[in-house]
């Protein structure tokens, strides 16, 4: 049982930044993979980022270039910095990982950019 625990979220004003958080009950090196979904209000969850057990990046294109996923293998902790935010970032973020074929997610944490 993999357990995560978010949080960083808050409200922002558009071309901010925010860091997400994201502390897991085991090392993420142990995870296959490990990483940040999003929700809109009325949208269906959709991948931000996420980070292999070897460490491998994939990006949705609505954030390359302004969103970075990185790891702390010491603290447990998966981070999601967010810069330049804007309005259609707004949404209810969620950790997810990956292990032995078993998903696991956080209880989500909210982000709004305001315009």
């Known amino acids: 049982q993999v357990q995560l625990v978010e949080s960083g979220g808050g409200l922002v004003q558009a071309g901010g930044s925010l860091r997400l958080s994201c502390a897991a009950s085991v090392s993420p090196f142990s995870l296959n993979v490990i990483g940040w979904y999003r929700q809109a209000s009325g949208k269906q969850r959709e991948l931000v980022a996420t980070v292999s057990s070897g460490s491998s990046t994939n990006y949705a294109e609505s954030v390359k270039g302004r969103f970075t996923i990185s790891r702390d293998n010491a603290k447990n902790t998966v981070y999601l910095q967010m810069n330049s935010l804007k309005p259609e970032d707004t949404a209810v973020y969620y950790c997810?990982?990956?292990?032995?074929?078993?998903?696991?997610w956080g209880q989500g944490t909210q982000v709004t950019v305001s315009s």
């Open positions: 997810h990982a990956r292990s032995q074929f078993v998903n696991y």
